[in-house]
């Protein structure tokens, strides 16, 4: 079983900045994937950034240019640097990983817990 542990959420001020991390823990022999989603309220959990076990990342186009996502492999964890913040980067975020729990499986794909961001004069 693989457990997601996220932080670095809050309060943030209009064109300030947050860092969300996002560590893993449990059985897991790789990661394929890292990635962040987001949800506001009154709308569906949305793709906000994604990194792959090669190092391509995806942004979506709400938020390229100023979110940038990383890794520390060897830490199974995953961090999301958010600058310009906008009043609508407002909501919960959430870390998801895919992977392997071993060399031959299975597969697993876990979400963290959540971190409310929040953007606010």
């Known amino acids: 079983q693989v457990q997601l542990v996220e932080s670095g959420g809050g309060l943030v001020q209009p064109g300030g900045s947050l860092r969300l991390s996002c560590a893993a823990s449990?059985?897991?022999?790789?990661?394929?994937?890292m990635g962040w989603y987001r949800q506001a309220p009154g709308k569906s959990r949305e793709l906000v950034a994604a990194?792959?076990?090669?190092?391509?990342?995806y942004y979506s186009n709400s938020v390229k240019g100023r979110f940038t996502i990383s890794r520390d492999y060897a830490k199974s964890t995953v961090y999301l640097q958010m600058n310009s913040l906008k009043s609508e980067d407002t909501a919960v975020y959430y870390c998801?990983?895919?992977?392997?729990?071993?060399?031959?499986?299975?597969?697993?794909?876990?979400w963290g817990q959540g971190t409310l961001v929040s953007v606010s004069s």
């Open positions: 998801n990983f895919q992977g392997k729990s071993g060399r031959y499986g299975p597969d697993f794909g876990a």
């Open positions: 449990g059985s897991i022999f790789s990661i394929n994937t």
């Open positions: 990194i792959t076990l090669g190092g391509s990342t």
